[in-house]
């Protein structure tokens, strides 16, 4: 088999399909568990919470906001997400997402403005459980792709 080089740009759009996919699988899944009489939220909260634990444990190495937000923004998601780093300190630690291919999809699938803030809801469950890996840290989203915003705006500050 022949080796294939993709560009930046090849790759980030394959990942970013790949996101719309598992958005999508996502939005059917809950969809699925509300016909069967599931608490989906709960459910979605537990599954993606220890999702992101996991991820978190992998980054136990950071030791403050900044680290966090540098680990947090390695990898092909950087480049998915449209991310900026926009502050890596000691006391805070700031991301912007320019695009999410999560509330692309939903859109497509032709969900309602109140579904799409309450699927990202349940998919942030990820991000914070991430950061509860570190108790020390708090984490807010004082803007939101989701919500009409500009962009998702993660700030991780110390408590």
Known sequence: MEEKIYTQSELTEAVRLAIQDRATWFYLLLKAGEKQGVDTEKMAYDAITEFGKIKGRKMADAKNPGELVDKISEGQGFYAFGMERVKSEEKVGELK????????????LGCSPEEIKTLCKLASFGDFGIVSCFPELKLEFPELLSHGDDCCHMVITKR
Request: net charge positive; proline share 0%.
């Open 97 to 108: 997402f320019r695009h999410c291919a999560l509330v692309e999809a939903w859109k497509k």
